[in-house]
């Protein structure tokens, strides 16, 4: 159950978090930060109250499958894992309306401006 919980606990929560300001980052810096006009700030790029839900909904699901998993209660364990993914697919939402939304500030990175 310790390893079980130091896996789950650590890795998995500790490496999201550290994803969500590193992707934004890297977002923001190839697409934003060479751009001359007003840019984004990177911390705009993530949603912080979808953060906050998949947080929640991750953290409850490590506790729910190892608790779940101690108790040797398989509905436990189920609902912990669907407390995970549940937030992991909020998480690459994220992801995906971050880099979806890349230009929206600086439309101008796209196309090629052709002087006559």
């Given at each position: 159950?310790?390893?079980?919980?130091?896996?789950?606990?650590?890795?998995?929560?500790?490496?999201?978090?550290?994803?969500?300001?590193?992707?934004?980052?890297?977002?923001?810096?190839?697409?934003?930060?060479?751009?001359?006009?007003?840019?984004?700030?990177?911390?705009?790029l993530v949603h912080p109250g979808i953060a906050?839900?998949?947080?929640?909904?991750?953290?409850?699901?490590?506790?729910?499958?190892?608790?779940?998993?101690?108790?040797?209660?398989?509905?436990g364990a189920r609902a912990g894992a669907a407390?995970?993914?549940?937030?992991?697919?909020?998480?690459?939402?994220?992801?995906?309306?971050?880099?979806?939304?890349?230009?929206?500030?600086?439309?101008?990175?796209?196309?090629?401006?052709?002087?006559?």
């Amino acid at each position: 159950m310790y390893g079980e919980l130091t896996l789950l606990a650590w890795l998995v929560i500790f490496i999201t978090g550290i994803w969500y300001r590193l992707f934004a980052f890297l977002i923001w810096l190839h697409f934003y930060g060479r751009a001359g006009t007003r840019v984004r700030q990177a911390a705009e790029l993530v949603h912080p109250g979808i953060a906050w839900v998949a947080l929640g909904l991750i953290t409850t699901g490590v506790t729910l499958l190892v608790s779940g998993t101690a108790a040797t209660s398989p509905t436990g364990a189920r609902a912990g894992a669907a407390g995970i993914l549940a937030g992991s697919i909020l998480v690459a939402g994220q992801y995906t309306r971050i880099f979806r939304d890349r230009n929206a500030a600086s439309p101008s990175m796209n196309t090629l401006e052709v002087s006559h």
